[in-house]
């Protein structure tokens, strides 16, 4: 489990292998649902996740709220798989506001 | 089917401030539209963002005749008024949809045309653009304000969402009455209402007319059931049904045990199928029913973990945790937690507790998780599971859909205690398929009672960020149940003989076996199995090899044999999150096997 203060950028990235070799997926989706309970939908093929290099797919996420981030990634085309859910844990930040 | 909103000349709706285009998870413009017939030269607006910089909107329109094209459609701003191709027929209803995305400086504008609902729309048009957004006063429906172009037709189901639908969720937003991913404002547009539904209670504004109820209505497919029922026990019943929305089809009846009996249903608007019954037998009984959807509800049984035990902050049990992550899409998530409990106890219990949430005609799905007193107390794991299927056949037979929810680990546990509760998980994992409708491993993430994060000090009750968690678990596979999605996978295969022989046979369910078996040169099974209701498989013989290699996602059980009659058989499995049994079969002169994982993911801080 990750853990990142608020206001940290992270890339959210993910390797899809067929066999042991890194491949490239016709169809990718992330899922992350913030704190506050709202999902957010990223496709690959709206230019929204990145790809690169064969198989490795990435978006940058800046994380602007405390509490439990929630993503996967998932295939869907020719071959389908999911990382399952994963969780990235965002702190809340110890200063008061200027 | 209801009918849609007509627009006379000059008449446009609008809302105020809508978001960019340019916003980082994109956005979208759909609706519903249509135009009786068309003069030449004319433009017809439909959705538009306008901009207060030159009082020119991004839209599109229905363009009846330039000299570019005739009957086609118009793309303004930027760039201004470019015809976009495509071919329309007067008096026919469009689904129109814009897409934006902006990535790298770049914004790009997808446009989308459909006339069936449910459809996959046409895309006819691509365009992009580096100038960034600047921000639209007002999000119009039905007029180019200045410009005289206004509709002059009829609009239904018409929304903003803040993100950049797929062609899938387009093609699921056209065949429905109410918004199907979180719109920014929805307006259904049914009879001459045009408020917003969004939720967000934004203010539409009519402005150069009123709005009226249309004559036509868009082709969608409209909301379900509703039933209303009254039993009465004697001489009189009488029954009123008001449903809100208008039916395609109707059963009623009255049946009378004494004196007499009436009922009257009065029907607005549509449903698939609605259901009026009196029944008399006793003196009175009336009903007066307005019905609205039901929505489904979610009942959390079971031990301390349900009960939050520990927490001093409501908030952060599981059950409003859930009910965060569910939002609209559920009525209620109900919390029936029973400190130090056994699993004997809650059943004894359990017709009396979760009956009164049980209703007639609201799906229910229920988790539960009873085992760990139990197992504390030393009873048996066969007596635990006695229990556990005893009160998923209890709701099963009650209308309820059950998830199983396996145990956590707790660092105070005797050897003895985890062994049983290691062994009704396992059972739980096995049966779930049987006698219930899913399964939340919550061992995946609670294998560890020193992780502070999850475990309070106790090494056994989950902390709230912990019950956060359990909430996301339940979340993925409820959200599973009611999108009706099964569990099992569906497995088809090919085989391809370029030598001797090849075969390969496979039958997957809840249990997946993948088996290639060579005579000859070379047989090959590459098996893909994620969380996908279908996936293929291929062998290929022709060479002196046979292998299988199966790459899993969630799948319950899997086996995996390859046997080969020639030089070499192998098997490679690749895993993510599940029981795998292997079958091998060592054949001559060389056999391996090996385990790996299918897919990896981190979290890179930049």
Redesign the interface.
């Known amino acids: ?2 853990s ?1 203060d608020v206001g ?13 070799a890194l491949t490239s997926q016709s169809e990718v989706t992330l899922q992350v ?1 913030r704190p ?3 999902e ?4 690959f ?4 996740i990145t790809e690169s290099s064969p198989g490795v797919y990435r978006r ?1 996420l800046v994380l602007d709220r405390p509490g ?1 981030w ?1 993503y ?5 085309g020719s ?11 965002v702190d809340p930040s110890p200063f008061s506001s200027v | 089917m209801a009918n849609g909103t007509t627009l006379p000349s000059g008449c446009y709706l609008s809302v105020a401030s809508p978001p960019s285009r340019d916003a980082d998870d994109g956005l979208t413009m759909f609706g519903w539209f249509y135009v009786p017939s068309y003069a030449s030269g004319e433009f017809y607006s439909t959705l538009l963002l306008n901009y207060a910089t030159n009082d020119v909107g991004e839209g599109f329109q229905f363009e009846a005749g330039s000299s570019t094209q005739s009957q086609g459609f118009v793309m303004c701003y930027p760039p201004n008024y470019s015809d976009i191709g495509g071919t329309y027929t007067n008096g026919t209803w469009y689904f129109l949809a814009e897409v934006f995305t902006r990535s790298g400086g770049v914004t790009t504008r997808r446009t989308y045309i459909s006339s069936t609902a449910g459809a996959t729309p046409t895309l006819i048009s691509t365009q992009t653009w580096t100038v960034a957004d600047a921000s639209p006063e007002y999000f119009d429906i039905g007029e180019a304000r200045t410009y005289s172009r206004s509709l002059r037709g009829s609009l239904q189901y018409v929304g903003l969402a803040p993100v950049a639908m797929s062609t899938s969720e387009l093609a699921t937003q056209s065949n429905s009455t109410t918004p199907t991913v979180s719109c920014w404002v929805f307006i259904a547009g049914e009879e001459g209402v045009y408020t917003d539904s969004s939720g967000n209670s934004r203010t539409v504004t009519a402005t150069g007319g009123t709005p009226t109820a249309a004559s036509v209505g868009a082709p969608v497919a409209q909301p379900v059931s509703s039933a209303v029922a009254a039993t009465a026990g004697a001489p009189v019943a009488t029954l009123t049904g008001t449903v809100a929305q208008p039916p395609v089809s109707v059963v009623t009846s009255a049946v009378a045990g004494g004196p007499s009996a009436a009922m009257t249903a009065v029907i607005g608007q549509p449903q698939i199928a609605v259901a009026v019954t009196a029944t008399a037998g006793a003196p009175v009984a009336s009903v007066v029913g307005d019905v609205a959807a039901i929505l489904p509800r979610i009942i959390l049984y079971g031990h301390s973990v349900i009960a939050g035990y520990g927490i001093s902050d409501p908030d952060l049990h599981i059950a409003p945790q859930l009910k965060t992550l569910l939002g609209s899409r559920v009525e209620q998530v109900v919390e029936l937690g029973y400190s130090g409990e056994t699993s004997a106890t809650l059943l004894a219990n359990f017709s009396s507790r979760v009956s009164p949430y049980v209703e007639s005609g609201r799906e229910t799905v229920l988790a539960f998780t009873i085992a760990f007193n139990s197992a504390h107390a030393g009873v048996s794991a066969v007596d635990i599971m006695f229990d556990i299927l005893n009160m998923a056949v209890l709701a099963a037979n009650a209308g309820v859909k059950v998830i199983f929810m396996t145990e956590t680990k707790a660092d105070a546990d005797s050897q003895a205690h985890e062994e049983t509760l290691l062994g009704v998980n396992g059972s739980m994992k096995s049966l779930w398929p049987t006698y219930a409708d899913g399964l939340v491993d919550t061992r995946l993430r609670f294998f560890d009672p020193t992780d502070t994060l999850l475990y309070q000090a106790d090494g056994a009750h989950p902390t709230g960020y912990g019950d956060g968690v359990l909430a996301g678990m339940l979340y993925f596979e409820i959200d599973r149940i009611l999108s009706g999605v099964s569990s099992e996978l569906t497995v088809s295969v090919g085989a391809t003989a370029g030598a001797p022989v090849a075969a390969a046979n496979v039958a997957v369910a809840l249990r997946s076996v993948a088996a290639a078996i060579a005579g000859g040169p070379r047989a090959a099974i590459l098996t893909t199995l994620g969380t996908p209701l279908a996936s293929s498989i291929e062998a290929t013989a022709g060479a002196p090899t046979a292998g299988a290699i199966a790459i899993l996602g969630e799948a319950r059980m899997v086996s995996v044999a390859a046997a080969a009659g020639a030089p070499i058989a192998s098997v490679l499995v690749e895993l993510v999150e599940q029981d795998t049994d292997l079958g091998f079969f060592p054949c001559t002169p060389t056999s391996y096997v090996e385990l790996t994982l299918t897919t990896k993911t981190r979290v890179v801080a930049l």
């Open positions: 489990m990750s990142f940290d950028e992270v890339a959210l990235i993910c390797e899809f292998r067929v066999g042991v649902i506050s309970g709202v957010s939908r990223y496709t093929g709206l230019n929204q940058n439990r929630l996967r990634f998932t295939a869907t071959y389908r798989g999911t990382t399952g859910n994963v969780v990235v844990n």
